[in-house]
């Protein structure tokens, strides 16, 4: 199956800081998402992005699918931002069935 | 709002025990699926269906059971629970249209 790495596995901001999260994959993909895990374990979904760009506030996220990466970016980041970030991406094989990485542990300090 | 809506929050049943997770959604999405989280492990998928009665197995489908009888309804079914099953379970669900998950807000469970 596909393999999806995700980089930094923890980082740690001062407020009002930007960053950047990495998600690399092993295979070509037709279905990429960003995930945002808050501390109580509800998982939101930031971005729907097989390929291109899209930009939703301070967020935005970036998919190169023919060089099997993608990137979230955090501009101006808020101690809401704290969680865990996880791309999830899936293949050809239907149903949208994804594979998760591992995610990138965020913490914001004021 | 739309939502997927698990039963429980937090649940502890005892070895041997049959466990039912229950996840609803109100977005009229064909797809739904059942995910287990562990540190360490992330998210692993167990189950997923695609329609009604229709199911497949995912990567760690051993010790659960699924059942799809309504559209909006996907059941998760420990048959027999033991302590390797104490997780966080997580109920998704997704449109047949290129469009991500939503996701529940989960079931923490212990089995003791």
């Known amino acids: 199956g596909i393999q999806v790495e995700q980089s930094p596995p923890d980082l740690i901001l001062q407020e009002g800081a930007n960053s950047t999260l990495r998600c690399n994959f092993s295979?070509?993909?037709?279905?990429l998402q960003w995930f945002h895990q808050n501390p109580w374990g509800q998982l939101i979904n930031l971005f729907y992005?097989?390929?291109g760009t899209k930009q939703n506030g301070r967020l935005s996220a970036t998919t190169v699918a023919t060089e099997r990466y993608s990137l979230l970016y955090i501009s101006s980041s808020q101690t809401t931002d704290s969680g865990v970030y996880f791309c999830?991406?899936?293949?050809?094989?239907?149903?949208?069935?994804?594979?998760f990485g591992t995610g990138t542990k965020l913490q914001v300090i004021p | 709002d739309v939502k997927v809506t698990q039963s429980s929050r937090y649940l502890v049943k005892r070895t041997g025990e049959k466990v039912f997770l229950e996840c609803v959604q109100d977005?009229?999405?064909?797809?739904m699926f059942w995910y287990r989280q562990d540190p360490g492990l992330g998210l692993r998928l167990i189950y997923f269906?695609?329609?009604?009665?229709?199911?497949e197995k995912g990567d760690i489908p051993e010790g659960y059971s699924v059942s799809r009888e309504k559209k909006e309804r996907f059941s998760l079914i420990l048959e027999s629970a033991s302590t390797n099953q104490t997780s966080m379970y997580l109920c998704?669900?997704?449109?047949?249209?290129?469009?991500?998950?939503?996701f529940g807000s989960g079931t923490r469970l212990t089995v003791v």
């Open positions: 977005m009229d999405h064909e797809n």
């Open positions: 998704a669900s997704s449109s047949i249209r290129p469009t991500g998950y939503t």
């Open positions: 992005i097989p390929s």
């Open positions: 295979d070509s993909v037709n279905n």
């Open positions: 999830a991406v899936g293949g050809s094989g239907g149903y949208q069935k994804v594979t």
């Open positions: 269906s695609y329609d009604v009665k229709m199911k």
